[in-house]
């Protein structure tokens, strides 16, 4: 190992570059392009990546949410177009008949679906703002972060039916004058008064929530709104391993049983499967780094081949050279080692320019897309994807480099010296 620090062989390497420096410029571009292409377009996945997962973050990433509607085919009797009305015990049905679902939650609201918001009055302020009934298990599957102070639903305001509910931010700014808290002041909810027990801060969660959003416990909300037993839609989170798009099927041909549904009719319930649709977006972000990974190295094994092609020119200019060092003692491990650092040291530097130059251009992209309403955040490449691309290059230098390398060795002494 003592000839990598020794001076004459970088001599001799600079000298080598230095008598072909326009063909090596052009070619170590060729292997920077390929490590910049692979940094970017990974970078630039793993950004989109990043940005779904921040808009998702806050809802279960395998849950679902089911709804009734109307009938598109006629079964036991019932005519075409019968309203289907989702039930408060079909939850406790779903959950008992189908093992992989996890959590389920009842839902109702006003002000959304068409029919009027609730209007809330405090004091002399009033406003219209959707008014949901839900339990408490509605947080295992969309998160709610409750300001300090404050709580969500709990099972003791389900039991006993209490009149509480938790407000969102919005809501907080248009009722109460500013830097006065909430938390145990009373609202009057459709007449009713109710008192505050927690404010949530607002996060898209894949569904229609908005800053303004007041929750109450199921129970309430059915008094309050003389629903009874009628629930507006079931959001639904399924296990880990579990397929979410057989659960989804299972949940509907479960509920076209309860309700005595025609198995075939694709109409009578709607679902939308947040699994699914982060599914398809993880996939595709996989598929486009593993699609930057096969341009990257595809483009970085052409510079690579370009630069063995540079050495075996360099080899024949250097023919004399070379068969004048051969005579002079040099042994032929020292011949080619020399021409093997030659073409890993080109490697290796294009390697690095084109990562800080990938590094850069990210840089820029995560600026520009930082105060854009676009799912894109953080575009990085983990540093183990870098070391093992370097590590590539490495081998493939390596082993382009033994072809020129064995080439000089091959060279007799007396042959080379004869070379005009």
């Known amino acids: 190992m003592r000839f990598l620090f020794d001076r004459n062989t970088w001599q001799e390497i600079f000298g080598s570059i230095g008598k072909n420096r326009t063909r090596t410029i052009i070619t170590v ?14 970078g630039a996945a793993k950004g989109m990546d990043n940005g779904f997962e921040e808009i998702f973050k806050s809802v279960a990433k395998n849950s679902m949410f089911v709804w009734a509607q109307s ?15 989702l039930k408060l015990e079909d939850a406790t049905q779903l959950k008992n008949r189908i093992p992989e679902i996890e959590y389920i939650a009842p839902r109702n609201v006003r002000g959304v679906f068409g029919d009027a918001p609730g209007t809330i009055v405090r004091g002399q302020k009033f406003g219209s ?12 599957i969309t998160t709610k972060k409750i300001y300090d102070n404050g709580r969500f639903i709990n099972d003791a305001d389900i039991e006993k039916a209490r009149k509480v509910c938790v407000i969102g931010e919005r809501t907080e700014k248009e009722l109460f004058e500013k830097g006065e808290s909430p938390i145990g002041k009373f609202i009057r909810i459709d007449n009713v008064y109710f008192q505050v ?69 694709e109409r009578a319930f709607g679902s939308f499967n947040i699994g699914e649709v982060f599914n398809r977006i993880s996939g595709f972000a996989q598929g486009l780094t593993f699609l930057s990974l096969v ?7 052409a510079g690579v081949i370009g630069i063995g092609n540079i050495l075996l020119i360099s080899v024949k200019e250097r023919t004399k050279e070379i068969g004048v060092r051969r005579a002079l003692g040099a042994t032929p491990r020292e011949v080619r080692a020399q021409i093997i ?64 390398a064995q080439r000089a060795v091959s060279i007799k002494p007396i042959d080379a010296l004869r070379e005009e």
């Open 129 to 140: 703002y959707n008014v949901y009934g839900d339990f408490p298990v509605f947080t295992k």
């Open 295 to 301: 341009v990257g190295i595809a483009t970085i094994l």
């Open 341 to 404: 650092l030659e073409s890993v040291f080109l490697t290796m530097i294009a390697g690095i320019m084109g990562i800080i130059l990938g590094a850069g251009v990210l840089s820029i992209i995560n600026n520009a897309t930082e105060d854009l309403d676009f799912p894109y955040s953080n575009p990085t490449v983990p540093i183990p994807y870098i070391l093992g691309a370097l590590a590539i290059m490495v081998v493939l230098g390596t082993l382009i480099g033994l072809i020129p």
């Open 197 to 265: 027990v927690g404010v949530h801060k607002f996060s898209q969660g894949g569904g229609f929530d908005n800053d303004g959003d007041i929750f109450i416990p199921f129970t309430t909300y059915r008094k309050l709104y003389n629903t009874g037993n009628d629930v507006g839609w079931f959001s639904i989170a399924a296990y880990n391993d579990a397929d979410v798009l057989k659960v989804e099927e299972s949940v509907k041909a479960h509920l076209k049983r309860i309700h005595r549904v025609n198995p075939d009719d």
């Open 29 to 42: 571009i060729g292997v920077l392009w390929g490590i910049f292409i692979y940094i970017a377009l990974s």
């Open 71 to 85: 009938t598109s085919m006629p079964y036991e009797g019932f005519k075409t177009g019968r309203p289907i009305q």
